[in-house]
């Protein structure tokens, strides 16, 4: 029996690796991108091609526009900086991280900053957000919108199994190790030292930021 990672592809090969898979002790993670065991799935046979919807044509007026928030509107232009850092375009990259700044400051504090709202929050993104999206960007063909729902839908899930982890073990999981973070998709990687390939959109090591503990104060 095989069984796949669902964020890298990793597949555990019982017959290769000697050891039945439900026999790996539930603390065993993915060896390239730590997803825990529960996360694995067996490997399902391939499937036929499906065939591409037809573009559905683009929707008139802004009906369907919604207000954001002050902490929406800054990890927006925060990303829009980012994507003029690629481009090359320092000039627009630092206005956007000042705007980034600007609704950072005016963002009240959360409501319910508990892990419960948090899990939440994670499992109506990969209940109803990521699906919906993904179905919108194929009907529209958009290859890049749809490259961006599969790494987002990965990171998050991955958000979620380490939140789970983390309500479950506490300060502990994160005791004598460290936390790394993907600058380009967002991953996030617990352990000495970062991936030599993130595992989502396979950029280099030195594109993970090592994120600092909040101090005591």
């Known amino acids: 029996m095989r069984y796949v990672c669902p964020i890298c ?6 017959a290769a690796e000697g050891v039945p898979f439900d026999s790996l002790p539930d603390s065993w993670g993915c060896p390239l991108c730590g997803a825990p065991k529960l996360m ?19 929707a008139a007026g802004d009906d369907d526009l919604q207000p954001l928030s002050a ?3 800054a990890a927006l232009c925060s990303n829009l900086a980012r994507g003029c850092e690629k481009q090359y375009k320092e000039e627009e990259a630092a206005l956007f991280r000042q705007i980034a700044d600007f609704y950072t400051a005016a963002a009240p504090a959360a409501e319910d900053p508990s892990l ?9 993104d990969l209940d ?15 290859r890049g919108a749809q490259r961006i729902c599969v790494w987002g839908e990965k990171v998050t899930q ?16 994160l005791r004598g190790t460290q936390v790394w973070v993907c ?14 390939l993130c ?16 101090r005591p104060a």
């Open 9 to 14: 592809g990793y597949i555990y090969d019982e």
């Open 40 to 58: 694995f799935e067996p490997e399902a046979a391939p499937e036929p091609p499906k065939p591409q919807p037809a573009a559905a044509p683009l």
């Open 71 to 73: 902490g929406a509107l």
């Open 116 to 124: 419960e709202a948090l899990e939440a929050l994670f499992r109506d």
């Open 128 to 142: 109803s957000g990521y699906p919906g999206l993904s179905a919108a960007a194929t009907a529209q063909g958009d």
């Open 158 to 173: 991955m958000l979620y199994a380490l939140l789970g982890r983390y309500q479950r073990e506490g300060e502990a999981f």
């Open 183 to 196: 600058s380009v998709c967002g991953f996030l990687y617990i352990g000495d030292t970062p991936p030599e």
């Open 199 to 214: 595992p989502v959109c396979k950029v280099p090591a030195w594109k993970f930021d090592k994120i600092e503990g909040r």
